[in-house]
T-cell receptor
């Protein structure tokens, strides 16, 4: 079992739909990152959170520390949101302190 | 700041050749990370540095891989000799800390070994 699991692996939506991507982790963390990667492009950090909720434009990220679960929501999705979304847990202790453990990514395709 | 800068963006080389990937971190960031991304394994940490000193290289796959950081503004990842299974996208990232600080990624180097 991977230490960071994302679901779904693939997600197809119509423009305007509300989208949710889930991330579950089994390690103790100091922070949870959501990253975006466009085809052929680099990786951009969307959010870093350690509790509660953060919002940036149409993107919302939440985290439940007790349940070790985070979600990324996209409201009013648009074709330009099509990308791979990656969840990454920053390890809180032990020999892996500070390391990012990545989920496998969710491929999002938004059709017009 | 221009962000984390990697070069080259693309590299095609023949098996057995030496490959050197370069990275310039964001000025003032004390941590530098090298990651590899493949379809099969996703993103994996290869090695990271703190204040130019390698801290954890447990992710470096083999002795063919080596990384250096001669100063705060430059790092290299070298593969010698390269093999087709090294084909991947290699990302460099930097951050100001380890705990709850953002990591900033470069655009990556797409390496193809034929």
């Amino acid at each position: 079992k991977n230490e960071v699991e994302q679901s779904p692996q693939n997600l197809t939506a119509q423009e305007g739909e509300f989208i949710t991507i889930n991330c579950s982790y089994s390690v103790g963390i100091s922070a949870l990152h959501w990253l975006q990667q466009h085809p052929g492009g680099g990786i951009v950090s969307l959010f870093m959170l350690s509790s509660g909720k953060k919002k940036h434009g149409r993107l919302i990220a939440t985290i439940n520390i007790q349940e070790k679960h985070s979600s990324l929501h996209i409201t009013a999705s648009h074709p330009r949101d099509s990308a791979v979304y990656i969840c990454a847990a920053r390890n809180a202790g032990g020999t892996s302190y500070g390391k990012l453990t990545f989920g496998q990514g969710t491929i999002l395709t938004v059709h017009p | 700041d221009a962000g984390v800068i990697q070069s080259p963006r693309h590299e095609v080389t023949e098996m057995g050749q030496e490959v050197t990937l370069r990275c310039k971190p964001i000025s003032g960031h004390d941590y530098l990370f090298w990651y590899r991304q493949t379809m099969m394994r996703g993103l994996e940490l290869l090695i990271y540095f703190n204040n130019n000193v390698p801290i954890d290289d447990s992710g470096m796959p083999e002795d063919r891989f080596s990384a250096k950081m001669p100063n705060a503004s430059f790092s290299t990842l070298k593969i010698q000799p390269s093999e087709p299974r090294d084909s991947a996208v290699y990302f460099c990232a930097s951050s100001a800390g380890l705990a709850d600080t953002e990591a900033f990624f470069g655009q990556g180097t797409r390496l193809t070994v034929v």
